[in-house]
């Protein structure tokens, strides 16, 4: 079966592309509007674009209108924010932060979540994520239907129980990824692979 991306509609392809990219990560993002509300709201468009220097993205897709969402608006205002890590224990809060609240009204609030204010950004963390990335604006991308972001990583909240030797302990934080429609997925079998080494056959 072939499937020519223009011969079918947007929501098609969508569906195509949210069932067959998948675990995909959730970037749980915090920013503030202009009048200092707490704006919260969940991404599974994200991945890590460079460690040097440490840089993460998000895509944010635009309202019907072709406005652009909170998080987007607010993250060109003040060119700060904040990307949580979503785990078992803190996903169902987090889903409830993507409730169509109107602007202006707080979703950390909705979901019973706890501000923390932000060492090197003024956007607060939240309590409740084990582990959270204080981000400073380096672009944005205007693809159209939506608004790629990309940021720096400024600074490192992780919960002590989930350091060790300068990595994250995975069976202990429990990440959560997205699926299709309305399905998450844990952790499941977890396996090592080496990655291979080219050893030129000697010569004579």
Known sequence: MFIQTANQSVHDNYKLLIGSIVPRPIAFVTSINEQGVVNAAPFSFFNIVSDDPAMVMFSCVRKPDGEMK?????????????????DEENVAAVNHTSINAP???????????????????????????????????????????????????????????LYENGRIDISRLKPVSRLAGASYAAVGRIFDMDRPVYRPESEG
Do not use: W
């Open 70 to 86: 909170d998080t987007a608006r607010n993250i060109m205002h003040t060119k700060e924010y904040v990307v949580h890590v979503v």
């Open 103 to 161: 602007a202006g009204v707080s979703e950390l609030e909705l979901a019973g979540l706890t501000p923390v204010a932000g060492q090197l950004v003024k956007v607060p963390r939240v309590l409740e994520c084990r582990i959270a990335m204080e981000c400073r604006l380096v672009q944005q991308l205007d693809l159209g239907h939506c608004d790629m972001i990309i940021g720096e990583v400024v600074g490192f909240h992780i919960a002590e129980e």
